[in-house]
């Protein structure tokens, strides 16, 4: 059937336009079938909100019990159409239509509250249903049923927004609002993939309202609406639940679930109750004119004459004549019967069972309990390697980081950009670089070319056009041998890209025929240009080791006058008539034996020569500090050579490439002073961008060590020399988020877990209430991502553009997150989303804005402190629990300022007190920031969002 079905529109149905136009593109024998399907399901979804024709104060005015019986009449009769295709039930659904359609507007002109309209929508929809019901049986009226299918559905949307947006604040409510309402379409939408998948018939009516997890705002009404209906009382006075409204809220559960029965009756009783009830018992005159209480009591005693009580198949007579009369006598003596041998028989167990537990608690006593085995104490062995799996919550931080490099290279910065991540040893920096490296080169993303990177900018650098990335990997420690670090780096990123060149499928491997050999061709001849001197010397070397070779194997001796006329003869003689000699008349001496001692002699002599020259041969091989000594002291301008190649192997990777350079706190002052400064002068690019893993404090000092004479005359004690470096080589840079204590216990307990497979040993003081009495263990840690993380986080991020009606802030962002659900998908969701909003930049400038005075006249640091103020705000959402931004905004000044101050704050965070009271004089570590004002104004002196000790040791240690 799917072949005959139209394509539904991408992205689901969002109006009832769009729902009827596919409708009616729809072939003539589906197109009523489905659009009574479609009809029915949404107006059951609307049910519930008939709640809300009781708000408004007035718990029962006569209004809301008629539109609730009006809308539980047409959505009941149907159903019941669906199933029994007749004339008199056709008629019936006119009649019910007409009914809600009537209660509505009466509803509507009652109140005019939005409560008041979601009622009145939820009656419109199931007026909808009734008349593409009614519809139904004229195959002429097929486009009637598609309107009313689309009114059904736009109807139930509406209901829905209102409902949500009436429930929630008013900073909320239009978030509310188009949730809600997309709950509703995206259901329809899996209703008409549903019809798309298989025949749908009027008789496939038992399927579950909402295909996934029902909706907060649904539920509520729901919960609501039952409650008040079962408590509900006759019109006329009565106990509480009395009004018998229970016959429709069981039946509404029944359909809720998608069950064939109602009432808890078999399907035959179950099937002639809803004709009944459709047909308004049988068609009888006044039936549905009654007072609503009324009919649910006449419901109510057709439902219980249903359910005849039925003897249990245990105790039936065993024998039963096929024809005459019944003996009533005789098959009450058996049941009789029956009932005493299984009293007689259940007294026999009883005591059977009682001799059993006294023998067992005998044997108990009179005999010691087993000894538990001696219990082994042991850890498994743990490698400390760099992982990409998650077990500390820090990918939300790596994506983060990572499509803040996308928008810096679709931006099209000149320089491209470099990022600095630090953090002490050992704290995780490398599993961070695994994870970004997985995220920017997975196949999920494409390699765009320049045009596509300026069409992706034009769109809005939405996620779907994130550039895939060549990522290099450097080791700084592994390279440290090299003095001169920017050989092995032009090496590693030529390397990564002649491998990406195979990568991206089709369109790149159609060009990668050509180019991958173009590439490495290119490299080659650069090689030996570069590499002239040292293979000159070479080819000399080895030239003067064949020389002395037959010197010295006895053919001529350096001592004998005419030695160097023989070494001419011999190796220029052939091609230069000059240094030929005349040959010598044969020695008769000459013999197979002095022949063969002299062939040995000239093999031994090359060996040895071999053998004492390799090291100083090997000096001069391509990427050896020698090589790289020789050309540099040769060429006019070495590094600008090797800029161009390293410029033109960026060119042919036609994608941004990502350097990840880690363990550069591994590495002596010199090298990491060469790599950075080489980095920051000579191969920055737009399409290249650098992030450096290094402990801070380490990168500070070794500039501190090579620049120790400028130390005293540069810098100052907030931002000595080594800071103002870091300052000029990165863009941004941000320590790694710092780990709870409560993420640092669970991940101890998950390295102490033995593998699948293993018991876990548990001493007797270590277990636990709960293991003990159910043996559970905890479970591992929720921050290590399910395997369909991916897609929930894309789906989630859909749902926050779908939601969001304003500019995303902060505020907004919070309430989006309310909106979702507080998890930690919604949450990694809105932060993603959030640095993606031209808002956020602006709240960022305006908070910033307010500390002009404490700013420096510098355009550089100002950027960095706007850069770093923004991955703060992320690491607020993705943490769960983001600080005001006051606060934020006062560190952030302070950290990229300031950075030796915040250092000191961070080891100990009660200084901050020093600041608040003005006494920083009183600590010698803080003596040389005392007195200074705008340090004091951005610490916050008796100022609301002012820093505080616990704001310091969250922000810095994480507590």
């Not at 900073?171 to 188009?178: K, P, T």
């Not at 102490?752 to 270590?766: H, I, Q, T, Y």
Request: hydrophobic share 45%.
């Amino acid at each position: 059937m799917a072949d005959d079905i139209p394509a539904i529109p991408e992205g689901g149905f969002t109006s009832g336009g769009q729902l009827k136009a596919w409708l009616d593109r729809l072939p003539a024998e589906h197109k009523a079938p489905i659009a009574l399907f479609i009809a029915t399901q949404a107006a059951l979804r609307a049910l519930p909100l008939a709640n809300l024709a009781f708000e408004d104060g007035n718990r029962e005015p006569e209004w809301s019990r008629a539109l609730t019986m009006a809308v539980f009449r047409a959505n009941a009769i149907s159903r019941a159409a669906r199933k029994y295709p007749a004339s008199e039930i056709g008629n019936a659904a006119a009649a019910a239509s007409s009914s809600a359609a009537a209660s509505s507007a009466a509803s509507a002109s009652a109140a005019a509250s939005a409560a008041s309209s979601s009622a009145s929508s939820a009656a419109y929809a199931a007026d909808a249903a009734a008349d593409a019901t009614a519809a139904y049986a004229d195959a002429a009226a097929a486009a009637r049923a598609a309107r009313a299918a689309a009114y059904a559905a736009d109807a139930a949307a509406s209901a829905a927004a209102s409902s949500a947006a009436a429930a929630s604040s008013a900073s909320a409510a239009a978030y509310a609002a188009r949730a809600a309402a997309a709950d509703v379409w995206n259901e329809t939408t899996a209703d008409a993939h549903l019809a798309a998948r298989r025949e749908i018939t009027r008789r496939d009516i038992d399927f579950p309202l909402w295909s996934g997890k029902q909706p907060a705002w649904w539920l509520k009404e729901w919960r609501s609406l039952r409650s008040r209906l079962n408590a509900l009382g006759v019109r006329k006075g009565g106990g509480a639940g009395s009004g018998n409204w229970k016959v429709w809220t069981d039946w509404y559960a029944a359909r809720i679930e998608g069950k064939a029965t109602s009432w808890g009756s078999s399907t035959n009783q179950s099937d002639e109750l809803e004709r009944r009830i459709a047909l308004g018992d049988h068609g009888r005159s006044g039936f549905w004119e009654q007072e609503p209480e009324d009919i649910n009591a006449e419901i109510a005693k057709w439902i219980a004459e249903a359910r005849s009580p039925e003897l249990p198949p245990e105790i039936l007579p065993t024998t039963r004549k096929r024809s005459g009369k019944k003996n009533p006598a005789s098959a009450l003596e058996n049941v009789h019967e029956q009932l005493k041998d299984l009293v007689d028989t259940a007294a026999r167990q009883e005591e059977t069972v009682g001799a059993l537990r006294q023998s067992a608690e005998k044997t108990l006593n009179e005999t010691d309990p087993p000894k538990p085995p001696p219990a082994t104490e042991a850890t498994p062995i743990l490698t400390d390697e760099a992982t990409a799996v998650d077990r500390l919550g820090r990918a939300p931080f790596a994506r983060a980081l990572a499509e803040r490099m996308d928008r810096v290279w679709l931006n099209g910065a000149a320089e491209g950009f470099a990022a600095h991540l630090h953090g002490p040893w050992g704290s995780g920096k490398s599993s961070v670089f695994r994870m970004m490296e997985n995220i920017l080169s997975t196949k999920a993303r494409r390699f765009l070319t320049p045009d596509a990177r300026r069409a992706a900018a034009r769109l809005g650098n939405g996620a779907d056009d994130a550039p895939r990335w060549v990522v290099v990997r450097f080791n700084a420690w592994q390279n440290e041998r090299h003095k001169l670090p920017w050989w092995p780096l032009v090496r590693e990123v030529n390397r990564a890209v002649g491998g990406s060149l195979w990568e991206g499928g089709w369109p790149r491997w159609k060009t990668a025929f050509w180019r991958w050999p173009l590439h490495w061709g290119s490299w080659l001849t650069w090689r030996g240009v570069s590499d002239f001197p040292h293979l000159l010397l070479t080819a000399l070397g080895l030239l003067l080791l064949a020389a002395l070779a037959w010197a010295f194997s006895g053919e001529a001796k350096p001592a004998d006058p005419g030695f160097l006329l023989t070494l001419a003869d011999r190796f220029l003689g052939d091609h230069f008539p000059l240094f030929k000699l005349p040959e010598k008349p044969p020695s008769p001496f000459d013999g197979s034996v002095a022949a063969l001692s002299g062939g040995v002699a000239k093999v031994l002599a090359f060996l040895g020569g071999v053998i004492a020259l390799g090291p100083i041969l090997q000096r001069f091989m391509f990427g050896s500090e020698g090589a790289a000594k020789i050309y540099s002291d040769l060429a006019s301008d070495p590094l600008l050579t090797l800029k161009r190649q390293f410029t033109r192997i960026v060119r042919r990777a036609r994608a941004p490439v990502a350097i990840f350079i880690d363990d550069l706190d591994r590495c002596n002052a010199e090298f990491v002073c060469n790599l950075l400064e080489g980095i920051q002068s000579t191969f920055r690019n737009s399409d290249v961008a650098y992030v450096v893993a290094a402990d801070r404090f380490w990168v500070k000092s070794s500039f501190e060590q090579r620049y120790e004479k400028f130390g005293e005359s540069v810098g100052d004690a907030g931002q000595p020399l080594g800071y103002l470096f870091l300052d000029k080589l990165f863009q941004l840079s941000i320590p790694l988020p710092i780990l709870s204590r409560a993420t640092v216990e669970q991940y101890l307990k998950d390295l102490l877990r033995p593998p699948p497979g293993e018991k876990e040993f548990v001493s007797a003081n270590s277990e636990s209430a709960d293991e003990k009495t159910t043996g559970i263990h905890p479970t591992p840690s929720p921050s290590a991502p399910a395997p369909d993380y991916e897609a929930e986080l894309k789906t989630a991020r859909e749902r926050v553009r779908s939601l969001k009606s304003g500019p995303l802030t902060q505020q907004s962002g919070e309430a989006l997150i309310a909106e979702l659900g507080d998890t930690h998908v919604s949450r990694e969701a809105v932060a993603l989303e959030f640095a993606r909003s031209e808002a956020a930049v602006a709240e960022a400038k305006h908070v910033l804005h307010e500390y002009d005075e404490c700013m420096p006249a510098n355009p550089r640091v100002m950027k960095r402190m706007l850069n770093a103020f923004g991955l703060r705000q992320q690491i607020g959402f993705i943490g769960g629990d983001p600080l005001p931004l006051g606060v934020v905004a006062r560190w952030t000044i302070l950290e990229q300022r300031w950075p030796a101050l915040a250092d000191l704050l961070g080891e100990k965070p009660s200084r901050i007190i020093a600041f608040q009271k003005d006494n920083a004089e009183d600590d010698s570590a803080l003596a040389p920031f005392a007195g200074n004002r705008e340090i004091i104004t951005v610490v916050g002196l008796n100022a609301a969002d002012a820093l505080t000790e616990a704001h310091v040791a969250r922000l810095a240690k994480g507590e």
